[in-house]
Protein backbone atom coordinates (compact mmCIF):
# COMPACT_ATOMS: atom_id res chain seq x y z
CA UNK A 1 0.00 0.00 0.00
CA UNK A 2 1.28 3.33 -0.93
CA UNK A 3 -0.42 6.38 0.46
CA UNK A 4 0.96 10.01 -0.50
CA UNK A 5 -0.45 13.73 -1.18
CA UNK A 6 -1.72 12.70 -4.55
CA UNK A 7 -2.37 9.07 -4.90
CA UNK A 8 -3.34 6.26 -2.56
CA UNK A 9 -2.26 2.60 -4.44
CA UNK A 10 -2.69 -0.89 -3.09
CA UNK A 11 -0.75 -3.62 -4.99
CA UNK A 12 -1.64 -7.65 -4.69
CA UNK A 13 -0.75 -10.27 -6.48
CA UNK A 14 -2.97 -12.98 -7.98
CA UNK A 15 -3.09 -16.56 -7.62
CA UNK A 16 -3.42 -17.06 -11.61
CA UNK A 17 -1.49 -15.05 -13.51
CA UNK A 18 -3.68 -15.11 -16.64
CA UNK A 19 -6.52 -13.23 -14.85
CA UNK A 20 -5.56 -9.66 -15.74
CA UNK A 21 -7.78 -7.78 -13.27
CA UNK A 22 -8.56 -3.61 -11.90
CA UNK A 23 -9.74 -2.07 -9.14
CA UNK A 24 -11.35 1.75 -9.70
CA UNK A 25 -13.20 3.91 -7.40
CA UNK A 26 -16.03 5.07 -9.29
CA UNK A 27 -17.57 9.28 -9.73
CA UNK A 28 -20.18 8.11 -6.53
CA UNK A 29 -16.97 6.76 -4.64
CA UNK A 30 -18.05 2.70 -4.89
CA UNK A 31 -15.10 0.61 -5.37
CA UNK A 32 -15.51 -1.93 -8.33
CA UNK A 33 -13.30 -4.56 -9.35
CA UNK A 34 -13.49 -5.68 -12.69
CA UNK A 35 -12.10 -8.19 -15.47
CA UNK A 36 -10.84 -8.29 -18.63
CA UNK A 37 -12.44 -10.69 -21.34
CA UNK A 38 -10.21 -11.41 -23.76
CA UNK A 39 -12.64 -12.91 -26.18
CA UNK A 40 -15.24 -9.81 -25.59
CA UNK A 41 -12.69 -7.03 -25.24
CA UNK A 42 -13.78 -5.59 -22.21
CA UNK A 43 -13.92 -4.65 -18.34
CA UNK A 44 -16.37 -6.51 -16.74
CA UNK A 45 -17.30 -5.49 -13.76
CA UNK A 46 -17.37 -8.37 -11.09
CA UNK A 47 -18.02 -6.80 -7.55
CA UNK A 48 -19.25 -3.40 -6.56
CA UNK A 49 -18.50 -2.19 -3.07
CA UNK A 50 -20.88 -1.39 -1.02
CA UNK A 51 -23.21 -3.72 -2.01
CA UNK A 52 -26.18 -2.03 0.47
CA UNK A 53 -27.21 1.46 -1.31
CA UNK A 54 -27.42 2.40 2.46
CA UNK A 55 -23.73 2.37 2.76
CA UNK A 56 -22.99 4.81 0.23
CA UNK A 57 -21.14 8.16 2.01
CA UNK A 58 -24.32 10.80 2.70
CA UNK A 59 -26.95 9.30 0.21
CA UNK A 60 -30.03 11.17 2.19
CA UNK A 61 -28.12 13.86 3.76
CA UNK A 62 -26.34 15.24 6.71
CA UNK A 63 -29.69 15.00 8.79
CA UNK A 64 -31.63 12.08 6.85
CA UNK A 65 -31.66 8.26 8.00
CA UNK A 66 -31.65 5.80 5.40
CA UNK A 67 -33.25 2.10 5.68
CA UNK A 68 -33.57 -0.67 2.79
CA UNK A 69 -36.54 -1.96 4.64
CA UNK A 70 -39.18 -0.46 2.61
CA UNK A 71 -38.67 -0.93 -1.15
CA UNK A 72 -40.33 2.60 -1.50
CA UNK A 73 -38.55 4.81 0.41
CA UNK A 74 -35.25 4.56 1.15
CA UNK A 75 -34.41 7.78 2.59
CA UNK A 76 -36.37 9.53 5.65
CA UNK A 77 -35.93 12.49 8.00
CA UNK A 78 -34.78 11.93 11.65
CA UNK A 79 -37.81 11.66 14.15
CA UNK A 80 -37.23 14.81 15.98
CA UNK A 81 -38.82 12.81 19.24
CA UNK A 82 -36.23 10.59 19.66
CA UNK A 83 -33.43 12.79 18.83
CA UNK A 84 -31.53 14.63 21.74
CA UNK A 85 -28.87 16.28 20.99
CA UNK A 86 -25.45 15.77 23.01
CA UNK A 87 -25.37 19.51 24.65
CA UNK A 88 -29.04 20.54 24.92
CA UNK A 89 -27.78 24.09 25.36
CA UNK A 90 -26.34 23.57 21.84
CA UNK A 91 -30.10 25.09 20.51
CA UNK A 92 -29.38 28.56 22.37
CA UNK A 93 -25.86 28.49 22.07
CA UNK A 94 -26.21 30.97 19.05
CA UNK A 95 -28.40 33.47 21.27
CA UNK A 96 -25.61 33.40 24.32
CA UNK A 97 -22.59 34.15 21.92
CA UNK A 98 -24.49 37.18 20.64
CA UNK A 99 -25.99 38.60 24.35
CA UNK A 100 -22.06 37.99 25.18
CA UNK A 101 -20.74 40.00 21.83
CA UNK A 102 -23.48 42.72 22.50
CA UNK A 103 -22.22 43.43 25.87
CA UNK A 104 -18.60 43.01 25.49
CA UNK A 105 -18.76 45.96 22.73
CA UNK A 106 -21.40 48.07 24.76
CA UNK A 107 -19.09 48.24 27.52
CA UNK A 108 -16.07 49.48 25.20
CA UNK A 109 -18.13 51.76 23.76
CA UNK A 110 -19.61 53.18 27.29
CA UNK A 111 -15.83 53.29 28.27
CA UNK A 112 -14.58 54.99 25.53
CA UNK A 113 -17.58 57.52 25.38
CA UNK A 114 -16.51 58.18 29.18
CA UNK A 115 -13.02 58.64 28.66
CA UNK A 116 -14.00 61.24 25.59
CA UNK A 117 -16.01 62.96 27.49
CA UNK A 118 -13.93 63.41 30.49
CA UNK A 119 -11.37 64.90 28.27
CA UNK A 120 -13.13 67.21 26.63
CA UNK A 121 -14.23 68.58 29.65
CA UNK A 122 -11.12 68.78 31.52
CA UNK A 123 -9.85 70.54 28.18
CA UNK A 124 -12.71 73.39 28.73
CA UNK A 125 -12.71 74.08 32.23
CA UNK A 126 -8.69 73.96 31.59
CA UNK A 127 -8.72 76.41 28.65
CA UNK A 128 -11.48 78.40 31.30
CA UNK A 129 -9.40 78.91 33.52
CA UNK A 130 -6.42 80.28 31.31
CA UNK A 131 -8.78 82.99 29.82
CA UNK A 132 -10.54 83.98 32.58
CA UNK A 133 -7.15 85.14 34.14
CA UNK A 134 -7.23 82.99 36.89
CA UNK A 135 -3.49 82.36 36.89
CA UNK A 136 -2.78 80.51 40.01
CA UNK A 137 0.20 80.17 41.91
CA UNK A 138 2.18 77.45 43.43
CA UNK A 139 0.23 77.45 46.98
CA UNK A 140 -2.88 77.77 44.94
CA UNK A 141 -4.34 80.44 46.63
CA UNK A 142 -2.31 83.69 45.46
CA UNK A 143 -2.06 84.97 42.12
CA UNK A 144 0.96 85.34 40.10
CA UNK A 145 3.32 88.30 40.59
CA UNK A 146 4.09 89.61 37.23
CA UNK A 147 4.51 93.19 36.51
CA UNK A 148 2.71 94.62 33.09
CA UNK A 149 4.74 97.34 31.54
CA UNK A 150 2.52 99.27 28.77
CA UNK A 151 3.90 99.70 25.24
CA UNK A 152 4.34 103.76 25.60
CA UNK A 153 6.47 102.71 28.73
CA UNK A 154 8.70 100.26 27.37
CA UNK A 155 9.00 102.60 24.75
CA UNK A 156 9.75 105.49 26.72
CA UNK A 157 12.34 103.78 28.64
CA UNK A 158 14.18 102.31 25.77
CA UNK A 159 14.45 105.32 23.76
CA UNK A 160 12.06 103.85 21.36
CA UNK A 161 13.83 100.73 20.83
CA UNK A 162 16.60 102.57 19.94
CA UNK A 163 19.60 99.85 18.66
CA UNK A 164 21.91 102.20 20.35
CA UNK A 165 20.29 100.76 23.72
CA UNK A 166 19.89 96.60 22.06
CA UNK A 167 22.07 94.51 24.56
CA UNK A 168 21.36 91.71 22.22
CA UNK A 169 18.70 89.10 21.41
CA UNK A 170 17.56 86.03 22.89
CA UNK A 171 15.32 83.23 22.59
CA UNK A 172 12.75 85.82 24.09
CA UNK A 173 12.80 88.77 21.31
CA UNK A 174 15.66 91.64 21.89
CA UNK A 175 16.69 92.92 25.63
CA UNK A 176 17.23 96.42 25.86
CA UNK A 177 18.85 98.39 28.27
CA UNK A 178 17.59 101.24 30.24
CA UNK A 179 19.72 104.65 30.55
CA UNK A 180 18.50 106.37 33.64
CA UNK A 181 17.21 105.31 36.65
CA UNK A 182 14.56 108.07 36.64
CA UNK A 183 13.34 105.93 33.68
CA UNK A 184 13.34 102.73 35.62
CA UNK A 185 11.45 103.93 38.41
CA UNK A 186 9.22 104.90 36.03
CA UNK A 187 8.58 101.37 34.76
CA UNK A 188 7.85 100.20 38.44
Known sequence: ???NETEALIFYNLSDSSVV???TVNSSGHLERSVWLEDKKLWEVIVTLPKDLCDTYKICGAYGSCSNA?????CSCLDEEKFEPVNKGE???GKIIKIILIGVFLGIFLISLSTWLWYVWRKRHHSLQIKGGSLIGE???EAMELPLFSFSRVAKATSMFSLVNKLGEG????VYKV???????SLF
Do not use: C, I, Y
Open 70 to 74: DAQTL
Open 171 to 174: GFGP
Open 1 to 3: MVV
Open 179 to 185: KEKADLH
Open 91 to 93: KEG
Open 139 to 141: SGR
Open 21 to 23: SKS
